[in-house]
Structures are given as C-alpha cells and as structure tokens.
C-alpha cells in the first residue's frame, strides 16, 4: 500500500526558513522514480493551492509565483523523499503542506491529476 509522510513543519518567524520532507512507503526503489512529486497546501478558508512539483528525474520542476525564488524543490529517489526547502517565509505561506505522487513523467500544479496524498503537515508563520 503506497503511502505518503510529510514532516518538517512547525511554527516560524517571518523570513525564517523550514525544509518540508516526503517520505513514501509502498513503493519500490525501482519505481518511487516512476512519480512525479508535487506539493501543495490549503489554508483555512482557502482553495488547496498547488506549491511545486518536480518530474521523476528531477529535472523538470514547476513552482508556482508566489514562492520562485524562495523555495527550492529537490528529490533523492534512493531515500524516497522529497524535500520543499522554504527560505524568507512570510505569514501567506502559513497552511497545511501537502505531498502528492502521480504516476507520470510530468509534474503538474493540479491537485486533482495526483494519484496519492499525504495527510499534511502544519507550518504556521508568526512572530
């Protein structure tokens, strides 16, 4: 059974920095590569919006405007984890980060071409 573990998060101040891990069970070494990996997050009362995302050979990643140049996408298909370096964090990013996989080449910021999710994990921007 395939599933995906986000951890990292927890309360920052603005401009501090998180690193956001997806860990995923289930899958083979052989094919953890095969997924396409996005990340994507919801804050309250908002729509889930999607993040960045990176293709099976890690070289081709989509982030969305809001965090280019803040946050750095990356992959380690021999640990199966990726990993969502988030540098210069500001209150707009406060919500639940969520890692998705589908079973492609192509990474996509739409949340519903994703085959499986994790549960989330909670990253909160505050003095």
């Known amino acids: 059974q395939v599933q995906l573990v986000e951890s990292g998060g927890g309360l920052v101040q603005p401009g501090g920095s998180l690193r956001l891990s997806c860990g995923a069970s289930?899958?083979?070494?052989?094919?953890?590569?095969?997924?396409?990996i996005g990340w994507f997050r919801q804050a309250p009362g908002k729509e889930r919006e999607g993040v960045s995302c990176?293709?099976?050979?890690?070289?081709?990643?989509y982030a969305t405007n809001s965090v280019k140049g803040r946050f750095t996408i990356s992959r380690d298909n021999a640990k199966n984890t990726v990993y969502l370096q988030m540098n210069s964090l500001k209150p707009e990013d406060a919500a639940v980060y969520y890692c998705?996989?589908?079973?492609?080449?192509?990474?996509?910021?739409?949340?519903?071409?994703?085959?499986?999710w994790g549960q989330g994990t909670q990253v909160t921007v505050s003095l």
């Open positions: 289930g899958f083979t070494l052989a094919n953890y590569g095969n997924y396409a």
């Open positions: 990176i293709n099976r050979s890690g070289n081709n990643i």
């Open positions: 998705a996989a589908r079973s492609s080449n192509y990474c996509t910021l739409s949340a519903s071409l994703y085959d499986y």
